[in-house]
C-alpha cells in the first residue's frame, strides 16, 4: 500500500513528485521528510509491483529506487518501465553498489547512482535534475503531440508538398516532380506553413524532422 505525503484533492496544486521504492519503511519515511522539507510532493511504496499498481502522476515527476527490492531488482524495473507510461527519470539507492552495477544503469538513463548512506544534498541535488529532466521531456512529448495534430489538418497534396519543400527542394523543383505549376505549389505551401503555424522555413524543417518527414538534402 502506498503512502502519500499531500492531499489527493483535485484542487490542490500539482507540485513535482518524488517517488520512492525502498522496502525500508525507515528509509522511505527519512526521504519523504527530506523532499517535503523543500517542497516536494512525496508517494512511498515498498515494491515494485505496488508502484505499478497505482497511477502516476500526471506533473513533473522522478523516482528514487533502491537497486534490490522483493522481487524485480531495481535494474529490471528499469528496463520494464522505460517504453511504458509509467517511464521518469530515476535515481538509483544502493548500498552493495559495484561499477558493472552503475554502469549498466547510467547506461539505460539512469539520472544518478547513489551509494547508502549519501548525504542529503546529494539526494536533493539528483532530484533537482531529474525533476527538470522529467518537466524537458513532458515539454517536448507536448510539443511533438501538437505538431502532428496540425499535420493530420494538411490535405494528402499538402503533406507531400511540406515533405518536398523540407527536404531541401525549390518550388520550380517540387512542381517538377508532381506535376504541378509552381504557382500551385506555392499557392499549397502557404498553406502548409498556415495550418502548421510555421513561422519559417526553418521552422516548418524543424517540425518535418519531428514528424521524421525525410533526411535534409544537401
Known sequence: ???????????????????????????REALSSLFRSVGLRVELYGSAAELLAAKPPAVPRCLVLDIRLPGVSGLDFQSQIATSPMNMPIIFMTGHGDIPMTVRAMKAGAVDFLTKPFRDQDMLDAVATALENDRKQSEADKASTDIRALYQSLTAREKEVMSLVTSGLMNKQVAAQINLSEITVKIHRGHVMRKMNAKSLADLVRMAETLGLGITKA
Open 1 to 27: 500500500m502506498s503512502n502519500s505525503s499531500s492531499s489527493r484533492s483535485p484542487a490542490a496544486p500539482a507540485a513535482p513528485t518524488v517517488i520512492v521504492v525502498d522496502d525500508d519503511e525507515q528509509l
